[in-house]
């Protein structure tokens, strides 16, 4: 079964974690009708019943995985796709059976010729991004991919499963795409497909509370990752990474989550 749209057309799933900001929802949504293939959002709201990104995300992978769709893409409320950005990345992903997931260039506000994440870089302790002129990305294997917006091959969720919801509000993009590259899953970013980005809750650094949980997410991350060769082997930072310095990061992380949270 393929969930369709009226006309009959099969219209590609799309999974946006909502959380108090109608406007930024509504803009996404407007983007995604202007698209140039059909798609069919699930909106979990978590303004009111709040469980954060990640089990968002897998509460709506659940309900797609009932149909049988090529792809499902996950997109953050911020993230506004451009017109033909869908049909980009299905045809991406079409071209090349070993990509499991891929993301488009995600470009600034302000300026669309500015790439702000070209793919991920280093993912721990936090984040970091390839960006620069859009002229300067093509289509190529990354680290990982940005949670804003990716698309996932269902073969792949199916033989891999959901996302870590120990890591309830960032890491676990990164954890999912190690994750797929270790059962050896290609991830890609497709320079054709692109959207504006704008900054969203994860980037917030004056809420005490978010910032706590942020934390607490990267411990997990860590314990769960940099004890093992399998990640030195698969990130950027790996190789640089002893067990003195993880120890020393960890510390740092657990002593600052600690403080958040008196």
């Known amino acids: ?38 798609t069919n959002p699930y909106i979990r709201d978590n303004s009111v019943n709040n ?29 506004y796709l451009f017109q033909n950005a869908v049909e980009n990345l299905v045809a991406f992903m079409d071209r090349r059976p070993a990509c499991g997931i891929a993301q488009p260039l995600q470009v600034h506000q302000k300026d669309t010729q500015l790439v702000i994440c070209g793919g991920g870089l280093q993912a721990f302790p936090f984040g970091k991004h390839e960006y620069g002129h859009i002229s300067q990305f ?16 269902t073969e792949m969720v199916r033989e891999i499963g959901l996302l870590d919801e120990n890591m309830s509000f960032i890491g ?16 890609w970013r497709c320079a054709s497909a692109s959207g504006v980005h704008e900054a969203g809750g994860s980037a917030n650094i004056t809420n005490p509370m978010l910032e706590k949980i942020k934390l607490e997410n990267m411990l997990y991350f860590s314990r769960k990752w940099l004890s093992g060769g399998i990640y030195r082997q698969l990130s950027i930072e790996g190789p640089m990474m002893t067990t003195g310095s993880v120890s020393a990061i960890e510390e740092k992380l657990a002593a600052t989550a600690k403080a958040l949270g008196k």
């Open 172 to 187: 676990s993009d990164s954890d999912y795409c190690f994750t797929a590259r270790a059962r050896g899953w290609e991830v």
């Open 138 to 153: 093509q289509d190529a294997e990354i680290p990982w991919a940005n949670g804003a917006c990716m698309i996932l091959r």
């Open 1 to 38: 079964m393929v969930d369709t749209l009226s006309g009959g057309e099969a219209a590609v799933p799309v999974i946006i974690p909502a959380f108090k900001a109608e406007a930024q929802l509504a803009k996404c949504l407007d983007h995604l009708n202007r698209q140039t293939v059909r």
């Open 51 to 79: 469980i954060y990104f990640t089990a968002a995300i897998n509460e709506g992978l659940r309900h797609f995985l009932k149909s049988d769709p090529a792809y499902i893409i996950l997109l953050n409320q911020d993230m």
